[in-house]
């Protein structure tokens, strides 16, 4: 009996220095990055990596200063926000009318986009864009993340609207309700959670996502992920600077996502998998 | 209320119904079917230097087939593919099984799981960059400090597959996790109860029980990643844009950089449509698998 419990106390132990390990593994790169981050530069650089320094927020300084840091950022406010917005305007209403009707198709349609290499769409937009002058416009840009955005809300509402019990549609439908009456006053404030969920997964794919932006954007609308590449090819001995832009373009998602992370998974595999 | 009346509203509510999912369709229409056969007709078509197009036929589909560029692509592209799939669910369950012997996590543990796959990949890049760099970097650092020999890492034709698989692995290995974590949570725990009153071996009820059990799950997280894997960009846009040389040139930077480096559309769409097709087929082939492995 003793020795049962020593032998789980073992692998208990066991599982503890695994899981340590593990976090080490996968904390240890971005520590880094924000730590070169707050580097004084002959530091950034030095070799043997010194671990031990003086913070400071020059490399952030210097990064405002001799690039138009600020307004990318605005950029990828701005496509973002609306391409965003686009997905929940779109995606809501079909998410509930793919629930309510089991007609699956719209929602499959959009999942295309999740599978097909960008380029793909990226050509013939680069082409019909140019001909109605809209390269370099938000609107390009905007309307290109939007067909990143609208699959995630789609998918992650859907099991919420699934979830309604169909008995609360139907006694509203005896008193006359509208189907988008039913929408908008019953089953969006029941399903406000899984809103806000899909609203901030479609945020931090848009904000990461690089491929269009590097074709349909111009020096004005240029977004941050697209200006990243600029960084890294002025940067080549300011480490400090490029570790800077890494740190502050990662901040978003990463405290969005730490606000969801309970919902994220079954909203990640786009209800592949109940998380 | 009467029949008619009846069918009336039903009627009304199917109207409805399409009028709510008009703008999604009419918006993935418009924007990716529609692109989609567009691309498929510039396919055919040949795009000169000075922006002439005329029609090609099957040329650049000819053009393909004896492109030495096209060849080393697809061979890049399935190289990378293989080796960090295989990476990703062997650590991804074994970090699925850590986590699930831990039982209670924190909510910040979580947050601190996931960061890796939500920042951007661009960002991955950018960072490794720095601690993969040859001379400065902290990676070799700690190689030498172990006795082992330093690499070129990134800038070396060799190695660069392997290390853009491994960028891509500490990124998305977590991800694995968290679904193969669902799955484990998901799992009877009536089948454990009996495997131990038979006196199974730890190793024993993993090897014949878990795994089994949890193939579909892993099986769903692989069609998860082949989709992103075969479509590679980022990270290797960021690093190597496909050097040293072309060692890096998956096929999704090489057509990207035929359509908008050089201009060839035609050959790009061609190039496109093929990649597209093996994403597809790929999807296609695991879905079988999961149909197989199914209980």
Redesign the interface.
Known sequence: MTDAITTDRWIRRLNLVQLVLAGVIIMAPTVWMVLSSFKPSFEVTAYPPTLIFTPTLDNYVELTKTTPFLSYALNSLIVTVGSTALGLLFGIPAAFAVSWTRISWPAILTLAARMAPGTLFLLPWYVMFRQVGLIGSYTALILSHAVITLPIVIWVLLPSFDGIPRSVFEAAQVDGCSVTRILWRIALPLVASGVAVSAILAFVFSWNYFLFALVLSNGETKTLIAAAFNFIGEGSTQWGALMAAASLIALPPLVLAALVQRWLVSGLTLGAVKG | MSDTAATLTQDR??L??????A???I???G??????V??IW?GFQNFSSTGKQSFAGLANYSKLVSDVEFWHGLWVTIALYVLSLVLQLVFGV??AL??F??KRLP??????????F???????G??????LDP??G?AN?ILQSLGLPPSDWLASPTWVIPTVALIDS?QWT??VA??V???LQ?LPSSVYEAAQIDGAS?FKTFQRITLPLLLP?IV?AA??RS?DL??F??II??TTQGGPGNASNTL?IY??RV??EFFN?GY??AL??T??AI??GA?LAFNRLRGAVAW
């Open positions: 509510q199917k409805e119904m399409s009028a709510l999912s703008p999604a369709v918006f993935t229409v924007m990716i079917a529609f692109p989609v567009y691309t510039l074994w970090l850590v986590l012997h831990a909510g910040i543990v979580r947050s601190l799981f996931i960061s890796p939500m920042m951007p990949p661009v960002v991955a950018m960072m490794w960059l720095v601690i001379s400065l902290a650092y500490w977590p991800y968290l679904i974590l669902g799955g998901s730890a799950t769903t069609i998860l989709v075969l479509r960009f980022d846009y960021i999704n057509g990207f359509g908008f559309i790009a769409s496109m449509l990649l597209t994403v597809f999807v």
